[in-house]
């Protein structure tokens, strides 16, 4: 069974950082595209970052780059996002997903909430 | 970056009725258009991938068509379980792009 376990999210000051982890099992990392998509409260969903495979490529929201960082350890399992100079409108549930059919999404995290605020 | 603009946002329906929601790409976008479901406080769930492929274990009322800049999620026989918000998502090339979502009630 596919199951992606997100976890680091909480609260930030503006400007300040956090790290978000994903632990992924029940399918081979390894093999498959992932992203983190987020939701903030009350509204849609927003695609923030996805990284390839092998880790060699990653891709950002125009809203996020510069400031957020996506990587992964297959040898873990395990999908990450460093988020830097945070901002009150990065407020969101934070998901990440497991690509599908090259980046559709067919699993997705339980979501980790990421507050910005002084 | 392409915007994809969905309509209408909210809709409210009877059991039974055919719904249909419409997902435009402000420019010509691939097959690579993904349909999900998403009922209050659960997480996203597939329904449709390449703009028509039904997802494994959805309901066959449920379908997507369309091409171009004009896509389609149509269920047939709208259901209780069916209320949700509906979102499209261009999967072409990033960045990606979800729709802003199309809320969906029963009348």
């Known amino acids: 069974e596919v199951q992606l376990l997100d976890s680091g999210g909480g609260l930030a000051q503006p400007g300040g950082s956090l790290r978000l982890s994903c632990a992924a099992s029940g399918f081979t990392f390894s093999s498959y595209d992932m992203s983190w998509v987020r939701q903030a409260p009350g509204k849609g969903l927003e695609w923030v970052s996805g990284i390839s495979a092998s880790g060699g490529s990653t891709y950002y929201a125009d809203s996020v780059k510069g400031r957020f960082t996506i990587s992964r350890d297959n040898s873990k399992s395990t999908l990450f996002l460093q988020m830097n100079s945070l901002r009150a409108e990065d407020t969101a549930v934070y998901y990440c997903?497991?690509?599908?059919?090259?980046?559709?999404?067919?699993?997705w995290g339980q979501g980790t909430l990421v507050t910005v605020s002084s | 970056d392409i915007q994809m603009t969905q309509s209408p946002s909210s809709l409210s329906a009877s059991v039974g009725d055919r719904v249909t929601i419409t997902c435009r790409p402000s420019q010509v976008i691939s097959n690579h258009l993904a349909w999900y479901q998403q009922k209050p406080g659960k997480l996203p769930k597939l329904l449709i991938h390449d703009a028509s492929t039904l997802q494994s274990g959805v309901p066959s009322r449920f379908s997507g068509s369309g091409s171009g800049t004009e896509f389609t999620l149509t269920i047939s026989s709208l259901q209780p379980e069916d209320v949700a918000t509906y979102y499209c998502q261009r999967y072409d090339d990033a960045p990606l792009t979800f729709g802003g979502g199309t809320k969906v009630e029963i009348k």
């Open positions: 997903a497991k690509a599908y059919r090259k980046s559709c999404f067919d699993y």
